[in-house]
């Protein structure tokens, strides 16, 4: 009724509108936002592993249609394939090998630029961390010659030791960032009771950090994965290939025209990945919470 | 005390971590002449028979995407020779086309790598014996075991009177085209145009007749060096006018170096192409021809091959690239060679010299076209084996016809932003067939600037009248 | 006695700190401090036929005449784009599982499946998905949006927006689950306090949620300004290898082109060691930022 007069309503619209944000189609707009957000993310699987399991005719046919009479051949295809396993085993182990001797040795490092005194420590910290921008494959024919000679191509070794190297800069300056946040009491008190410096790390330091640790891990779990160029390079014989290389490089010329298969060589190379997820994501949460807090 | 204990704490995780994390703890020796025998399970020879030094080869090598079984057939040739001499291991690896040129790169920067090296021809291979990075072929093979190789296929490893790499096998770069199609267009099926004009008039009347007459994929890129080597040296007398463009002595924007992209453009301007050539790659735009969805595709010769076998000599037939041009290479044919080359840096380097010689054996080369249908460039492969009628035409054409191949004369800066970068954009519509030869010169002016050595070396790439006719 | 330990002590601690740090220097020397001076080296150097010449500045003016150069630059620079729009998206995608809507949980877990999937995979899907005749376009003439489809990686215009766009799409989930993280230690009074004020939900955002987080949402910023210089290179090799034309060259495309296929190390070194410049620079400023910010905040 008093609706008549713009100026008298003004602010009394701004209110409604900020009930109508703040009450009941707000619960609508969050979840009409999720939902979207939700197909646009599990879209691309579903198409992976809708096609996975048709016929390359029926893909030819439509692209989006249901599977209905769903095909496994596509699958003993890419099985046949002989090296998909061990070209997991590879990643698998290049990946484990790699996050926990880089973790391991920047949380000394990390330690050191946190509590210890020396000279020289900010002027190195500070020449350490833009290192992290670098790209890889800067490094890439330096490296390749250096290793060449010492007889590291072909041999995991080589990649594992420079993954670890191009990830330290980034996680000695995450680990450092979340040591200093813890307080000089603790780690005075913990000294007091005869911790040695070394114990001091393993006891006390490592606990409190664990989301830091947590989060580097993911970080360069998921880098060294998904690395394409170092594996490729480094890892020349097919055996030793990477399951990012074997699907890169391989598998997706191999299958180039025969979509189905090619899907279902991803599938089966994000299968694993997803389980990992699904299983570990309780831990994965529970770390990164504990860790940012104040 | 209390640090000391430290520091052995420290050690020891550090002993522990680095222990685990060479998983083959003896496997980084310094050198290793005596590395694994490949899969094939032949034991290393404890006694050699007396044949000489025991010696190890190792061949990187490609090929299985254009010439499907080129595996196997490595594998059964090092076989092969492996019985015959048991002195000799051969280690061939089959690389990706991402990691080829990449790891021979710093293999050779490393001085250390493989003893023969496969390299696609011409440019793609020269520029490693301007570095330093090959040991001539013609040091270890005589002129008569050279000459059996077609002279035209031979020049494009010929330089500073030295031969570089030795023909592996050729890759003759035609189209397919599918006569029932033609047919149903009301096209000669028998007769595929050789003219430009009636190949412009046939894309209408494929169009008119609800047809895509070509199906092709540029996403990649490949398929800009394709065009350039179908359409770009028609103007050309010979070979000298190519290189003087790349010697900066004539301009590409010249009517002689420029027309092709108009004809490109043409191309489009009749709806020539898939309307998604620039959404797929190369492989999947030829993939359609195989799906019988369009009438044409730019292919290679075994592939042409696999193509009449599997849809029947009935429907696919092989043409060349119809002529527009008025110079003699106007009806040139492209039969580029993909080749072999030994390394500066081998030991062994006679000894991969005459594996070479083994690949170029009657019974061997003719292995290679049985298994993975690729034609050895020499004149001792007798025509008599060939089996499909695809090959016996581009035998026919490879006598009759001047060869040549442009991508191979080429700097690989002038494909990858020219004929390729270029070419896509002029694809789809972003420049103009005058703008796109303006920004290929000023691309070429760059790269002369760029590379002041490779241009004297490039410079010194003759062919001797009397070892190349003419 | 005494006093001799307790001058004794800074030099052992010392001693202790550099031999906690010995592994990572090791490493650092290895694999940073070894190929830069080998790259600078070979920047100044040209090798013919086996011979090394000095060749001086020539291989940096080669690279910054060259228009491509450029080209990647600002790509890459297109791609800095990518990191507020995922930081704004993780925060109100955060905020929305933080409210506990319905089905919360399902939500964090797939939000964070892109990321773990491999880049080659992700690669290939989306340059099926995309293409003219690909499925995108196909739901769009099927919701009636038939004039918006596109070639989406194959025309200049909107390629590198395309590659952004899966970049984003397999980062978004990173931040999400980060910022999430955050946010359950904030103290719930600070809501309460905010509500009782009437602040709206973004208010309540703005005004709340994003100063409690903002160490993390400068890390998430700083990892995927990383990520938009120097990790885009598998993108690239699987979806567009740089094209159209040059329109989704980035730098370490531009790097890996002139080191391998045109076989000019020298550009190639040349190109590397300013990135490396370039990613100083940037690094030195966010770190005077930073400090200024502290400054204000006192």
């Keep these: 009724m008093a609706e008549t007069s713009l100026s008298s309503t003004q602010p009394r619209r701004l209110a409604r509108f900020s009930s109508f944000v703040n009450r009941a189609p707000e619960g609508l707009i969050k979840h009409a936002v999720m939902i979207v957000l939700m197909v646009l993310i599990l879209f691309p699987l579903f198409f992976i592993f809708n096609n996975a399991l048709k016929t390359r005719d029926q893909y030819l046919a439509n692209q989006l249609t249901l599977a209905t009479s769903p095909t496994w051949d596509n699958f003993t295809k890419v099985f046949q394939y002989p090296r998909l396993l061990s070209w997991f085993g590879n990643s698998i182990l290049l990946t484990g090998v790699s996050v926990l001797l880089c973790t391991l040795i920047a949380v000394l490092a990390a330690y050191a630029f946190a509590s210890m005194q020396f000279p020289g420590r900010d002027t190195l910290f500070n020449l350490i961390t833009p290192l992290m921008v670098i790209p890889p494959i800067v ?12 007889g590291l191509i072909n041999n995991l070794a080589g990649p594992i030791i420079i993954y670890t190297g191009l990830m330290l800069p980034f996680t000695i300056f995450l680990l450092r960032n979340f040591f200093i946040t813890i307080p000089r009491e ?100 529970r770390g990164l919470v504990a860790g940012f807090e104040k | 005390m209390k640090s000391l204990r430290n520091v052995f704490g420290v050690m020891a995780l550090l002993v522990m971590v680095l222990g685990a994390c060479s998983p083959q703890p003896s496997a980084a020796p310094t050198a290793a002449p005596q590395a694994t025998v490949p899969s094939g399970g032949a034991a290393q020879p404890t006694t050699p028979a007396s044949s000489g030094e025991p010696t190890k080869l190792t061949i990187w090598y490609w090929g299985e995407q254009e010439a499907p079984g080129m595996k196997s057939f490595m594998e059964k040739a090092v076989q092969t020779y492996m019985q015959e001499n048991p002195n000799i291991t ?40 301007w570095n330093g990075n090959l040991a001539p072929i013609s040091d270890y093979w005589t002129q008569d075991e050279l000459n059996h190789i077609p002279a035209g296929q031979r020049a494009e490893t010929y330089w500073d009177g030295k031969q570089w790499g030795v023909p592996f096998y050729q890759i003759g770069t035609f ?67 190519l290189m003087a463009a790349v010697k900066g ?70 043409m060349r690239t119809p002529a527009y041009g008025t110079g003699k290479l106007a009806t040139s044919v492209g039969i580029p060679v993909q080749v072999l080359a030994v390394t500066s840096f081998s030991q062994h380097k006679k000894e991969a010299a005459d594996f070479l010689k083994f690949l170029h054996r009657e019974d061997i080369m003719k292995m290679m076209y049985d298994m993975a249908g690729a034609i050895t460039p020499d004149d001792r492969f007798k025509a008599e084996w060939l089996n499909v009628n695809s090959d016996k035409m581009i035998m026919q054409w490879r006598s009759q016809y001047p060869l040549f191949w442009y991508q191979y004369y080429y700097p690989p800066v002038w494909e990858t932003e020219g004929s390729i970068a270029l070419g896509q954009l002029l694809v789809n519509g972003e420049i103009t067939p005058q703008e796109a030869a303006q920004r290929w010169q000023a691309v070429a002016d760059k790269n002369r600037q760029d590379n002041p050595t490779e241009l004297e070396a490039y410079k010194k790439w003759i062919f001797p009248p009397e070892m190349f006719g003419q | 006695m ?79 784009l990518a990191v507020p729009i995922l930081v704004a998206l993780s925060l109100i995608v955060a905020a929305i599982i933080f409210d506990r809507v319905k089905g919360w949980r399902l939500y964090r877990t797939i939000v964070f499946i892109p990321y773990v999937l491999a880049i080659p995979v992700v690669g290939i899907v989306f340059s099926y998905v ?79 949620t994003i100063p409690q987080l903002a160490t993390v949402i400068e890390f998430y910023a700083i990892i995927e300004l990383i990520t938009m210089l120097s990790w885009v290179f598998a993108y690239v090799l699987v979806m567009t290898k740089g094209g159209p034309g040059t329109s989704t060259w980035v730098m370490e495309y531009f790097i890996y082109q002139k080191a391998f296929p045109y076989n000019q190390m020298q550009i190639a070194s040349a190109a590397a060691i300013l990135i490396l410049a370039f990613a100083s620079v940037l690094m030195f400023l966010q770190a005077r930022l930073r400090r200024q910010v502290e400054e204000l905040n006192g």
């Design chain 1, 139 to 150: 490094m890439l024919i330096p490296m390749f010659v250096l290793f060449q000679r010492v």
């Design chain 1, 186 to 285: 603790i780690r005075e008190a913990a000294l007091l009771d005869g911790c040695s410096s070394f114990q001091m790390v393993t006891h006390i330091i490592m606990p409190l950090s664990r989301p830091a640790l947590v989060t580097s891990m993911i970080v360069n779990a998921v880098w060294v994965w998904n690395e394409l160029l170092i594996a490729l390079v480094f890892l020349q014989t097919e055996e030793q290939r990477t399951l990012i290389v074997g699907i890169a490089a391989s598998l997706q010329k191999r299958f180039n025209l025969d979509v189905p298969s090619l899907m279902a060589g991803l599938a089966v190379a994000t299968i694993p990945m997803i389980i990992l997820y699904v299983v570990g994501q309780n831990a994965l949460v």
């Design chain 2, 90 to 129: 051969i280690d061939a690896v089959l690389q990706e086309s991402d990691s080829l040129y990449p790891a021979f790169r710093a293999a050779a920067a490393a001085k250390e790598g493989p003893d023969i090296q496969y390299l696609w021809g011409g440019t793609q291979a020269l520029p490693d014996a």
């Design chain 2, 175 to 241: 189209w397919a085209y599918n006569k029932k199609m033609f047919a149903q267009a009301g096209l000669d099926p028998e007769n595929p145009p050789t003219k430009w004009d009636d190949w412009m008039a046939a894309c209408d009347k494929l169009r008119a007749a609800g047809i895509t007459p070509i199906g092709t994929g540029f996403k990649d890129g490949w398929l800009g060096g394709w065009m350039v080597s179908y359409l770009g040296q028609q103007d050309f007398n010979s070979i000298d006018d």
């Design chain 2, 249 to 318: 002595e004539k301009s590409l924007t010249d009517p002689m170096y420029a027309e092709w992209w108009s004809r490109w453009k043409e191309m489009m301007d009749h709806k020539c192409f898939n309307d998604d050539i620039m959404s797929l790659d190369l492989y999947q735009g030829q993939d359609l021809f195989e799906q019988q969805k369009v009438a044409m595709t730019n292919h290679v010769e075994p592939y042409i091959a696999i193509l009449e076998r599997k849809l029947g000599a009935d429907t696919v037939g092989v």
């Design chain 3, 2 to 80: 005494a006093q001799a330990i307790a001058q004794k002590k800074p030099v052992r601690n010392w001693l202790l700190a550099y031999v906690y740090l010995a592994p990572a220097l090791l490493f650092i020397l290895v694999i940073f401090v070894y190929p830069v001076i080998d790259l600078l080296w070979r920047s100044l150097t040209r090798t013919t036929a086996g011979a090394t010449h000095w060749s001086g500045l020539a291989a940096y003016r080669d690279a910054l005449t060259d228009p491509v150069f450029w080209q990647a630059l600002s790509n890459n620079l297109r791609l800095f």
């Design chain 3, 130 to 208: 995309l293409q003219l005749h690909g499925v995108f376009n196909v739901l769009l003439g099927s919701a009636g949006l038939g004039q918006l489809a596109a070639d989406w990686l194959g025309k200049s215009r909107t390629a590198i927006w395309a590659l952004m766009f899966v970049v984003i799409w397999k980062e978004l989930g990173f931040g999400v689950v980060l910022f999430l993280a955050r946010m359950s230690s904030i103290s719930e009074d600070l809501f309460d306090a905010a509500k009782l004020d009437g602040a709206n939900w973004f208010q309540q955002l703005w005004y709340v």
